[in-house]
């Protein structure tokens, strides 16, 4: 199964428009959205292209293939505009004989991870600062893969993909900045 990643958009429709094209032509399966969807956040500025329903409206074919979880940005009203629940604090979703825990960040993070079950990937957002780290001592692997509307320090805006065991961090053109083989 072929993952595109994607956290932080903030209501930023052109930084969405940037990533959907890349989903489409490469074919993937799913869309895993990591929170702070819609609104722009009061720490924030106003995004280039704030427009919460046209992100909705970008957003709703692809219901089917969105599994996302809630960020510290979202709220009920956000829910009432999406076809699709985003108001789990996380999410477990299963690739094969593979656990990948999604979440925003700001419950859960790699400093207060989910005591069970047993995980090979984290996912989360939230910093907007892309990063990967391979598992070790018992911990999964986990991926920050920033944001495409909000990148912090210094980084370009980002998103992520996990295809055949592969996790790559992304230019928002597609082009890859790290990759590391997972399994």
């Excluded at 595109?4 to 428009?17: C, Y």
């Excluded at 859960?108 to 892309?130: E, K, Q, R, S, V």
């Excluded at 990148?151 to 790559?168: E, M, Q, S, V, Y």
């Amino acid at each position: 199964m072929k993952f595109l990643i994607l956290s932080d958009i903030h209501g930023s429709v052109p930084a969405l428009d940037a990533v959907l094209p890349f989903f489409h032509e490469q074919a993937y399966d799913m869309l895993l959205l990591l929170g702070d969807i819609l609104n722009y956040g009061p720490r924030n500025g106003l995004p280039d292209g704030l427009d919460a329903p046209g992100v909705v409206e970008r957003l709703k074919p692809l219901a089917p293939h969105i599994v996302a979880v809630r960020g510290n940005c979202d709220s009920e009203v956000d829910q009432m505009l999406l076809p699709f629940p985003i108001m789990g604090t996380y999410a477990l979703v299963c690739d094969g004989k593979h656990r990948i825990f999604l979440t925003h960040g700001h419950v859960f993070n790699p400093d207060n991870m989910p005591a069970a079950p047993a995980i090979d990937l984290f996912l989360y957002g939230h910093t907007h600062l892309p990063h990967i780290t391979a598992a070790a001592d018992n911990r999964p692997a986990v991926c920050n893969c920033g944001s495409p509307t909000f990148p912090k320090g210094g980084n370009p805006p980002t998103f992520a993909t996990l295809d055949d065991g592969i996790l790559r961090l992304r230019h928002l053109d597609g082009n890859i900045i790290e990759e590391k083989a997972l399994w």
